[in-house]
């Protein structure tokens, strides 16, 4: 979410266009409201819209999973754009909630790329697992060190959570390619963050995303083409 804040904060500087973030009293609040995470949050934008306060409010993306959840605050008609950060969450609300045919926007929350970008590249050949859900180490640390090991490639792992973004910078910058084991990315704020710094990702492939018994098309990497990375499917591909 800090990542996502940035990502607006930086945008609108960029276009010139006024904000301000969080006001305290209702008379600094602007007629246009984003609502970028908390459904409390949401709620008070809905409230002011009703007070005749607030004109326009978009929410979004980081507010619910589903718009089924929170009692389906998502879909209030109060509510005149919900923004989504990738094309398979917006197909995934539509699915559950037609109603939001007509006011889901797409928006990719982007990255300092100037912080990420390597100027010099490593000589290393060393290779960086990251790992987006620390369970997945059981089923995936083993075998693939053991592949990394028998052809001689040194490693390194790297866990979502357990880094700050500096600490990850390091462990790119050293690293040759990335090996990224995750569930569904919708945002995919980390795998942005590696293609900036100039490596390909190697990605475990994931197109299911399961939501109160529902399955929905999904992806383990929405924005990976075949300038940037590849998925695997098993361990025993070559």
């Known amino acids: 979410h800090v990542e996502v804040v940035r990502s607006l904060h930086d945008g609108l500087k960029e276009n010139n266009i006024e904000f301000n973030i969080n006001p305290k009293y209702d008379e600094n609040i602007n007629e246009n ?31 619910v999973v589903m718009p089924s959840d929170y009692n389906g605050i998502i879909n209030n008609p109060y509510i ?8 398979w969450v917006k197909n995934a609300y539509i699915k559950q909630s037609n109603i939001l045919v007509n006011k889901i926007e797409i928006w990719q929350a982007g990255i300092d790329s100037k912080f990420w970008i390597n100027k010099k590249f490593s000589k290393s050949s060393r290779i960086l697992i990251y790992f987006k859900n620390s369970y997945l180490k059981k089923k995936y640390l083993k075998p693939i060190s053991k592949i990394l090991k028998n052809n001689k490639l040194n490693f390194h792992v790297i866990s979502y959570g357990n880094y700050n973004k500096r600490d990850f910078r390091t462990k790119i910058h ?15 704020i980390a795998q942005f963050e590696i293609w900036a710094s100039g490596l390909p990702i190697i990605v475990n492939y994931v197109n299911t995303f399961k939501h109160n018994k ?6 383990s990497s929405p924005f990976l083409n075949k300038f940037n990375g590849i998925y695997f499917e098993s361990i025993d591909e070559k």
């Not at 005149?80 to 094309?87: G, M, R």
């Not at 529902?214 to 992806?219: F, Q």
């Open 33 to 63: 409201i984003i609502v970028l995470s908390g459904a409390n949050e949401l709620k008070k934008a809905i409230n002011l819209k009703k007070k005749g306060i607030v004109k326009k409010i978009l929410a979004g993306p980081n507010i």
């Open 80 to 87: 005149d754009k919900v923004i989504v950060p990738c094309e």
């Open 174 to 188: 050293s690293s040759s390619c990335v090996i990224f084991i995750t569930t569904t990315e919708s945002q995919s």
């Open 214 to 219: 529902n399955i929905y098309t999904a992806y």
